[in-house]
């Protein structure tokens, strides 16, 4: 009560400073649903990035932000729509941190952010289908594509002089666009793709899923799937007869039991997973324990730099409008510019004053591409001896 | 033209897999054609006694790892077989016991004891995931491989390779096996000859002295058997799941319906009928074809009649046509 008494009677001293307003954002994200165990974090890194810009006192001469929380559910898109208009019509929202889920961050976007003109930066939306997706340049998201992983994975194939795949994936919307995103990448550089067949996940039996992959043929075969799921019983069966030896591991096919399970045969299988090598999400890790969040925790970096964006956009534009500052983040994100990690916002924000190029890093390695979303960096690997090796980033 | 090639790429994914797994289906099929052709329904509770019957497998494997007792290079889950059969029956006595002999008594129509066997299912189900959970479980121990496709690539210098798995090969010889004494059982015993008795005419077997009582658990001391050695198999060969036996009951009952339901031999035909459609219309023909064909007409396709998604499909079209136009099956068993 304290707290919140000093945090009025401050709101009101900075009120009533000249031009300096309360500024609402939008934390649109799903705190119910199939994603609930991840919200909780990035909600806390969002408000922790606002606190820090708060506490800075320097956006638009002394303004704050201000989170209002709203629940996207992951899956509805009739209810995010409806938290959504809510946040806009009834709190008055200037931007939303959100959508979380690619499905719902787009029914939000066409039906609710683009009518209203109101800025949308989402940190955990990948699905391709949003890079495409009329946005009136008002859509920005700080996690990168799917679209991404398929050239990222399409360049590790060409390097290592594959010229055909066979690509199998999981039968859902992640699994189907990852492996479009796959088959488009690598043909577009001019590998042949011999099949790409989905799978279901918890069979018992995949033998005839590798039949008809092994009957396609390829260099190697990609498995878009989950390690835990029918992917590890898609390989099994296909070293069990000889089908492939070596295998295409995008994120979805990265953790320790999947060695564990198969065994050497995997050695010399490669793929890729999102990471940063930044020594940004050091920081922010650190900066988390202390403030009581976890930032390993997926897409918890993501938030903290899509609130950043936020507030520092406004400040480059000079105003909080959608409309002056929707133009301006993809200025501040990408380089040329001073660096700016975690923690160094009243930094940013100074320099952003002063007219300083900043090109804002942030936890994930922030650089924006294309229309507007994260280019992200993955971490390639190679499995030896039953370990996932690092051999570069990307 | 490369015969040779063609003949391998057949064998390696088209025969030995759909060999092992007719062999798993008829071994199923065998024992709800048996509780059919006596009992006188169709026990949708079947496919999860396989289940329950691999559950008790495993547990009796561990305790054997965890002696220290092993098979060689045979799966130790074989030895721990019999003790396993000894449960799952004792526990299927009990079912009856409590369940079935109400509404035998009762003299219940079929229908209604259908009913009865899907509630038994759902009960044996939740249990089963009770005991030994929903993960996914490997207990397959011993060789891995009697032959490897890299080993048969370098011994005969084919292009294609053929890998055979042991448990394949485990899975056929012990099916002959099992059909083998069964058969012997049916045929010469005292006990296996007024089990035909009671399934060809049930008030003559009565009249003659025979005791429905013994008939009965005998019955389901069979299934129960047929029903472990299936489970155990399937779970060896592939890999053991709670749930994915539910998804073994259509293709079993495909298999008992074609070959004609109460029919044992029927049965072993109709497993191996399914399991061979089931994995020659999913198979993409690419890869045999180009051997077999000249160049020129090599398929650009892949030659595949249905996505292996469709894999039920093809059980459930087998199931309508001989039904359609064989009621009986081709073994002509009891009407279906």
Redesign the interface.
Known sequence: MKKLLLASTASVLLASTAGAEEIKLGILIGFTGPIESLTADMAAAAEFAMKEVNDSGLLLDGSTLVPVRADSTCIDSAAATAAAERLITSDGVLGIVGGDCSGVTGAVLQNVARPNGIVMISPSATSPALSSAEDDGLFFRTAPSDAREGEVMADILMEKGVKSIALTYT?SDYGKGLSEAIANAFIAKGGTVT?N????D????Y??????L????GDLLVVAGYL?QGGK?IIQASL????FSTFGLPGGMVGDNLPL?IGPALDGSYGQVAQSDGSGSATLIEMGKEAGFNAVTPYTMESYDAVALFALAMQAAGSSKPADYAAKVMEIANAPGEKIYPGELAKALELVKAGVDIDYEGASSVELIGPGESAGRYRQFEIKGGKYETVTFR | MDILNALVAFANFVFVPGLAYGAQIALGALGATLIYGILRFSNFAHGDTMALGTTFAILVTWGFQALGITFGFLPTALLALPFAIIMTAAFVLGTDRVVYRFYRRQKAAPTILVIVSLGVMFIMNGLNRFIIGVGEINFADGARFVITAGDFRAMTGLTEGLAIKATQAITVVTAVIVVGLLFWFLQKTRTGKSMRAFSDNEDLALLSGINPDRVVQVTWIIAAGLATIAGVLYGLDKSFKAFTYFQLLLPIFAAAVVGGLGNPLGAIAGGFIVAFSEVMVTYAWKKVLTYLVPESMAPDGLVQLMSTDYKFAVSFTILIIVLLFLPTGIFKGKSA
Do not use: F, L, P
């Open positions: 039968n099949i067949a989905s799978h279901e918890g069979k018992a039996d033998s005839s899923e590798v039949a008809a092994a009957a396609a043929g835990d019983g069990d007869t000889g089908a399970a």
